[in-house]
């Protein structure tokens, strides 16, 4: 495809993305030029397919849960405006089918692909979701703040995997030599170099499977205070998918709208392929700089030789990996029986069990 082309359709999804934010203005909703710029760096990522479009928009454009509700009918209103419900699967039918058997099966297909909640894969934070994606509430961040800011340093002490220095290092000679012209130029005073105070550098994969769901609200509230500490971090949910949050997770706020769309993860969890998503894709995220803290409880669906292959490479790349399990802290008599634990656990510098504000104040605590 040409230059002028490729920049034709580039000038048109631009437009077209415009509309749609005066639309959404028109319908109640604050969008401004941030959110249309946002809108156009997502569409790259979602490869222009409506369903992933609707995912990766709906957290932009919707600040209250009345919006987030409304977000996939107004989507397919303004793109869609001939059919804004998807159409209904076509399917083989007999040439002279029995009339009460077809309309029953009409009336069934009607139920499961026109309503509204099926349709656009909708999720509303009050509808009961399995898991909540949204920061908790009622977590006393105040409390928390101390704590994390503790925790993060001690995190940041932990030396990076590199080389031993040369023993001359630690001598500042700019300094050293400014020094000595007090002196008439000769080296008497010896000026050591300060040590630099590092930036905490985080990869964060958060499991939102079933047996995770009680916990997950706390743990995205702990990552956004991660965030407000100043430590550099992607974050990741993981279950039959791996889903990117770090941009929805820097808007969001305690007890506002969730950071993903929860019916698009889908239920169970596979962490090898999760860890084998990791590094095909952001492998250039793990370095030897990087802490990478992984918060699930172990229990796994998928192949464990997948955990050993991917999870061992990353391991090897980044400065330490931390395994956040709420099991250890919830049952006294726990013991990681699992094959995926057993298999990671001696690739982790530490094993700490948080599951809320009072665990999470007790390994801080411990770290001196």
């Known amino acids: 495809m040409g230059e002028l082309t490729l920049g034709k359709y580039v000038h048109i999804a631009t ?43 709906r957290p932009v454009f919707s600040h209250t849960e009345d919006q987030w509700r409304r977000f996939p009918e107004l989507f397919a209103v303004f793109f869609f405006p001939e059919a804004p419900r998807l159409a209904q699967k076509e399917r083989v039918q007999d040439d002279e089918p029995n009339t009460a058997s077809q309309k029953e099966r009409e009336k069934e297909c009607k139920v499961r692909y026109e309503g509204p909640e099926r349709t656009l894969l909708a999720y509303s934070p009050n509808a009961g979701a399995e898991v909540s994606l949204s920061l908790a509430r009622d977590l006393d961040y105040g409390m928390m703040k101390g704590w994390t800011r503790r925790i993060l340093r001690q995190w940041a002490r932990v030396r990076p995997k590199q080389r031993a220095a040369f023993s001359g290092s630690g001598i500042d000679w700019r300094q050293t030599i400014h020094a000595s012209f007090r ?5 008497g005073i010896w000026v050591r170099r300060r ?16 047996s995770m769901r009680s916990y997950v609200p706390f743990y995205l509230g702990l990552v956004w205070q991660f965030m407000r500490e100043g430590a550099r971090l992607e974050c990741f949910l993981a279950s039959n998918r791996l889903w990117r949050i770090t941009p929805f997770l820097r808007r969001a706020h305690p007890g506002g709208h969730p950071v993903a769309d929860a019916s698009f993860l889908g239920g169970g969890t596979k962490l090898g392929w999760a860890f084998s998503r990791l590094r095909q894709q952001y492998s250039d995220l793990f370095a030897s700089r990087t802490t990478f803290i992984v918060i699930s409880d172990g229990y796994d669906t998928g192949r464990p030789d997948m955990v050993a292959e991917s999870f061992v490479y990353l391991a090897s790349r980044v400065r330490q990996v931390i395994w956040i399990n709420p099991l250890l802290s919830d049952l006294n008599s726990y013991v990681p029986r699992s094959v995926a634990m057993k298999i990671v656990l001696p690739y982790c510098s530490e094993h700490v069990g948080v599951s809320d504000l009072e665990s999470w104040i007790a390994y801080g605590q411990s770290q001196r």
Request: hydrophobic share 40%; glycine share 6%; charged share 20%.
């Open 15 to 57: 437009f077209q993305v415009s509309l749609f934010t005066r639309f959404l203005r028109e319908h109640g909703y604050n969008a401004s030029v941030s959110e249309t710029e946002q809108a156009l760096v997502l569409m790259e990522e979602a490869c222009w397919s409506p369903e992933h479009l609707i995912c990766y928009w």
């Open 183 to 187: 002196y008439g130029g000769d080296l």
């Open 195 to 210: 040590p630099k105070r590092e930036s905490l550098w985080l990869i964060v994969m958060i499991d939102v499977s079933g």
